[in-house]
């Protein structure tokens, strides 16, 4: 049995607003907080959606002996995962070298690539693979002889998973979890219903046969703001993402940050302001000022006024509650809210069939009758009562069957 939800609501935020100082300001001595048992059980719910487990088993000082069994355990899957992900990729790269394919390995794999975190820091849910969009049917036949097969095509990438290997339930990151592949032609997001692409900033002008690095650390840096704009309007953002920014703007110069104003760009970079502003609020003095002071004259009033109180909390699944109209207030025009809206009351079959895609292949939306629901009744739901996310409910209930599923 779940305690009341608004305990469990309390104590997510609470426990995240507490593992992001921890983390964000690696506080040599920081007090362990005088947490009740199931705050603590809260805590590890947190830092496993948030995927710093591993992370935390390094900065974090907290004597607690479930808590850091939980961080030390969650520490070791990730490294042994991290081995298989390893060699996967070089496979990939043989594979790409021979076939004359050129193929971008994206966020966490260029992250481990370049050096800023080590085997064991960094939990990688799939990996992200970009091929131009006429290698696109090459790439997937070079998966197919690796074993994969293709199990949905969602609209911004193909999911390939192994033909062999189920997912395993339980908290966090495990050693045996099959390795799932996205394969990407595009690099882009929609926010909150017109895409923003960065496709030529991410692809090198001179790609060579096998894996390629990102054309600069400024390119790298503007997929991971995009990608966390997205998670913010979806309000989905992970403690992580705002940590791989972090570091990566220890090694930025001023031309990597120019990258983000790409002179062939169609647009400004209005996008990256919220997630650099919620940096700014957990990692002080991580970015430059003439930064984020430019990105204030381009970003739209509405979203500059909200973004400036976020919370991480607010903008992940810590937030236990579902929002009717999330990420509305990204949009930049009155027909944008508009399509918003008819989308919500009535989405497109892409929608449709993203969804039942969900439903058939995340274990925490197994069995589950909300998501089954037609979309009028869920609206109708969340507008009259208070819905918890179904995500963040899997991590608590699994979180309260520690410590046994920490081994």
């Known amino acids: 049995m779940l305690p009341p939800l608004k305990i469990v609501r309390a104590g ?42 591993p992370l935390l088993c390094t900065f974090s000082t907290w004597e607690n002996p479930e808590w850091r069994l939980f961080l030390t355990t969650q520490r070791a899957h990730v490294e042994h995962r991290h081995q298989r992900i390893a060699a996967l990729l070089e496979r ?29 820091d960094r939990p990688m849910a799939d990996i992200d693979l970009l091929v131009r969009e006429d290698d696109a049917a090459r790439a997937g036949e070079l998966l197919l002889n690796l074993g994969y ?14 033909a062999m290997g189920e997912p395993v339930g339980g908290l966090g990151e495990h050693r045996d979890t099959p390795v799932n592949i996205e394969l990407h032609t595009r690099i882009q997001e929609r926010l909150p219903v017109s895409a923003i692409d960065i496709t030529e900033r991410i692809y090198p ?45 220890q090694r930025m110069t001023t031309a990597d940050w120019d990258v983000l104003w790409d002179e062939h760009a169609a647009d400004s970079p209005w996008w990256a302001l ?34 400036r109180h976020q919370t991480l909390t607010q903008v992940s699944s810590s937030e236990l509650w579902l929002h009717a109209l999330a990420g509305i207030e990204w ?63 899997y991590a608590v209930r699994a979180a309260l069957e520690l410590p046994a599923s920490a081994t």
């Not at 600069?216 to 309000?235: D, E, K």
């Not at 970015?287 to 909200?306: G, W």
């Not at 589950?368 to 009028?376: A, F, P, R, T």
């Open 12 to 53: 997510l935020r609470r426990t995240t607003e507490a593992l992001a100082a921890e983390l964000a300001l690696a506080r040599p001595n920081g007090a362990t907080p005088q947490w009740s048992d199931l705050e603590w059980q809260l805590a590890s719910a947190a830092a496993a959606a948030h995927g710093v487990s």
């Open 92 to 120: 990939i790269d043989a594979d790409a070298r021979a076939a004359g394919l050129a193929i971008v390995p994206l966020k966490g794999s260029a992250l481990h690539a370049v050096g800023i975190y080590v085997p064991g």
């Open 149 to 162: 097969v293709e199990s949905f095509v969602a609209w911004k990438h193909r999911v390939f998973k192994p």
């Open 205 to 249: 002008q001179q790609p060579t046969p096998g894996l390629n690095p990102y054309p600069s650390n400024g390119a790298l840096m503007n997929h991971l703001l995009l990608h966390s704009a997205g998670n913010i309007c979806g309000r989905s953002l992970r403690l992580l993402h705002l940590n791989d920014i972090a570091l990566l703007a």
């Open 274 to 307: 919220p997630p650099l502003r919620l940096l700014a609020r957990y990692y002080p003095s991580a970015i430059p000022d003439a930064v984020l002071n430019r990105l204030e004259h381009e970003c739209h009033p509405l979203l500059r006024t909200i973004s």
């Open 331 to 393: 949009s930049r025009s009155l027909g944008e809210v508009v399509e918003y809206v008819r989308n919500r009351v009535r989405p497109p079959q892409e929608a449709i069939k993203e969804r039942a895609d969900m439903v058939r292949t995340q274990l925490w939306l197994q069995g589950q009758i909300w998501v089954k629901q037609k979309q009028g009744r869920r609206i109708l739901t969340l507008l009259t009562q208070q819905v918890p996310r179904l995500d963040t409910l």
